[in-house]
T-cell receptor, first 112, second 116 residues
Framework: KAGVTQTPRYLIKTRGQQVTLSCSPISGHRSVSWYQQTPGQGLQFLFEYFSETQRNKGNFPGRFSGRQFSNSRSEMNVSTLELGDSALYLC???????????FGPGTRLTVL | DQQVKQNSPSLSVQEGRISILNCDYTNSMFDYFLWYKKYPAEGPTFLISISSIKDKNEDGRFTVFLNKSAKHLSLHIVPSQPGDSAVYFCAASNAYSGAGSYQLTFGKGTKLSVIP
């Protein structure tokens, strides 16, 4: 069974731009969560989607948004990029949203 | 305010010996705890978990211990192998508002180096 895939793996943007990251969960998994990993803050929860609905949201500004499609694939969008948005963005999937989540390799975003 | 803390950023252990990684938490609402292992350029990989109704869970060389009164958990790896060298993250969760959603709160990780 294929694991969680994320595209692109690396991305370089400039301040003020917007970016869209994509995540394909493990086949059959309906819950997708997004996390941001930075050296200073560690791994922080962004949001979770289940059946195309956002069920849970972390403490991030409204510039961070996401959505989930009917095939459970998910995208997250960051608008008006800031230097501090440079991070590894990780997507995780689980069957219905349980605590044991399976992570993708991440998208490394660099904002210049 | 860090709800999950891993106070040792790094740990070095000889091959064959025991590795003990520690984690403390402050939120008494956490009811499920997990350990993840992360290699460079890869996402975290689930290793082992424990529910708050238990105090020990074993899986092969890995054992997790939970002390609820002390709000402390630990991961024991016996015997340690060079392939265990990675960053280990402790994570805690609780059901969110009964919606069936579990949000993981992570520690900042401990880098384990197993020396051959």
């Amino acid at each position: 069974k294929a694991g969680v895939t994320q595209t692109p793996r690396y991305l370089i943007k400039t301040r003020g731009q917007q970016v869209t990251l994509s995540c394909s969960p493990i086949s059959g998994h309906r819950s997708v969560s997004w996390y941001q990993q930075t050296p200073g803050q560690g791994l922080q929860f962004l949001f979770e989607y289940f059946s195309e609905t956002q069920r849970n949201k972390g403490n991030f500004p409204g510039r961070f948004s996401g959505r989930q499609f009917s095939n459970s694939r998910s995208e997250m969008n960051v608008s008006t990029l800031e230097l501090g948005d440079s991070a590894l963005y990780l997507c995780a999937s689980s069957l219905v949203g349980g605590p044991e989540q399976f992570f993708g390799p991440g998208t490394r975003l660099t904002v210049l | 305010d860090q709800q999950v803390k891993q106070n040792s950023p790094s740990l070095s252990v000889q091959e064959g010996r025991i590795s003990i990684l520690n984690c403390d938490y402050t939120n008494s609402m956490f009811d499920y705890f997990l350990w993840y292992k992360k290699y460079p350029a890869e996402g975290p990989t689930f290793l082992i978990s424990i529910s708050s109704i238990k105090d020990k869970n074993e899986d092969g060389r890995f054992t997790v211990f939970l002390n609820k009164s002390a709000k402390h958990l630990s991961l024991h790896i016996v015997p340690s192998q060079p392939g265990d060298s990675a960053v280990y993250f402790c994570a805690a969760s609780n059901a969110y508002s009964g919606a069936g959603s579990y949000q993981l709160t992570f520690g900042k990780g401990t880098k384990l180096s197993v020396i051959p």
